[in-house]
């Protein structure tokens, strides 16, 4: 089997993320760990095996036994980081958000195809179990016509000085924690028209949003609302439930983050204010075989892999990710002016002055 050489450049989360699913990916190779910290490289050299370690991006670049980056660095690095490597002839795998504006989305783009690279947002949750069939269940009428889908996801973010709390992110619970669910219902219900927002920092002395509730009106006429709170002192709640006319779909996981578990949501299927069916997918009984089958990371890569190996478009493309940002700026343009924003944004909006209104105003 064909290959595909690998470079991970940020060896913050990756290590939790991406590195342990080396062992069990067929069609790429973990060819070097990249970091501007020496010993984080190093140290995801030495425990996941990668053949080399970098600290400096342009030497990386230089390598030839690498064809594709997984770019795991802040979101505010992300379009700089892109264009250099798409200038290198690599193809990319870019970690949500995409980037923090439209005009960077822009930017990652047109470098990507001016240089004949693929550009693949990392949207792992498309390649989640869970996720796959719930899009199952709707595209195949259990649930009747999808009337809404509503979502929450909320945890504990300690402090005010953790690196994606500060202005320079340009967002966090919109931008980077709704790029998930925005992507989520974009592929369940459609391209999405108009955006309602309220955006604030619950937390003093923070820059960017902590709080975020979003409703976006798709193409179709359905509605699907989007709620973060880093203002949470439970343990970590993700919920999705998607409404019906047929059935609702609940899908929840609690004290556990979906990146490091390999548990299954708990997902219950409802009839007429009745549960009729427990869909919660089984985990196998060996820990191996339920990674191989089932881990979104491990899906990923195989997928940027295969589309790398064999010249594929992948199933979530640039597009996709821009999309998603834009769907998020709309929505502190929503927030910023208290009104609806109706799609496509026509440019980037100035959100460096909406931070600094917001964390002045809120602080």
């Known amino acids: 089997m064909a290959r595909a050489g690998i470079a991970i450049l940020g060896c913050e989360q990756s290590v939790a993320m991406y590195m342990p699913m080396f062992r069990y990916l067929d069609n790429g190779e973990f060819i070097a760990a990249a970091d501007i910290v020496k010993e984080k490289a190093e140290k995801a ?17 230089l390598d030839a036994d690498i064809d594709g980056v997984i770019v795991a660095t802040p979101h505010y690095l992300h ?8 200038e290198a002839g690599k193809h990319v795998l870019c970690e949500k958000p995409m980037a923090r504006t439209i005009n960077e989305c822009d930017r990652m783009i ?7 690279v693929i550009l ?8 989640n179990w869970c996720f796959q069939l719930a899009d199952r269940l709707i595209k195949d009428g259990t649930l009747g016509e999808i009337a809404q889908v509503r979502t929450q996801w909320d945890t504990y973010a300690q402090g005010t000085d953790a690196a994606y709390m500060k202005h320079r992110t340009l967002g966090l619970a919109c931008l980077g924690y709704g790029s998930h669910t925005i992507d989520l219902s974009r592929w369940w219900l459609g391209e999405v028209e108009t955006v309602s927002a309220e955006v604030s920092i619950g937390w003093k002395g923070r820059e960017v949003d902590d709080q975020s509730v979003m409703t976006l009106r798709h193409v179709d006429g359905q509605v699907s609302v989007h709620s973060v709170s880093l203002v949470f002192h ?15 779909l609940q899908m929840r996981v609690e004290g556990l983050w979906s990146y490091t578990s390999p548990l299954p949501f708990d997902m219950k299927l409802y009839r007429r204010e009745r549960m009729v069916e427990d869909v919660t997918p089984k985990i196998l009984d060996n ?32 597009e996709d990710g821009r999309k998603a940002t834009e769907i998020s700026n709309a929505g502190y343009v929503s927030s910023w002016k208290k009104r609806k924003v109706i799609l ?19 602080n």
């Open 234 to 248: 439970k343990p970590l709640l993700e919920e999705y439930t998607i409404f019906g006319t047929e059935a609702t």
């Open 344 to 362: 496509p944004l026509r440019e980037s909006p100035d959100l460096e002055t909406f931070f600094n209104e917001l964390a002045g105003s809120e």
């Open 79 to 86: 379009a700089e980081h892109v264009v250099k490597i798409a």
């Open 287 to 318: 820990i191996d075989d339920t990674l191989t089958r089932t881990n979104h990371f491990l899906k990923e890569m195989e997928h940027f892999c295969d589309c790398i190996v064999n010249g594929k478009t992948p199933m979530i493309t640039g």
């Open 110 to 116: 047109d470098a990507c195809e001016r240089n004949r």
């Open 45 to 61: 050299r030495d425990v996941y095996g990668a053949k080399r370690a970098y600290t400096d991006i342009d030497e990386m670049l």
């Open 120 to 127: 693949m947002p990392a949207h792992m949750k498309r390649f």
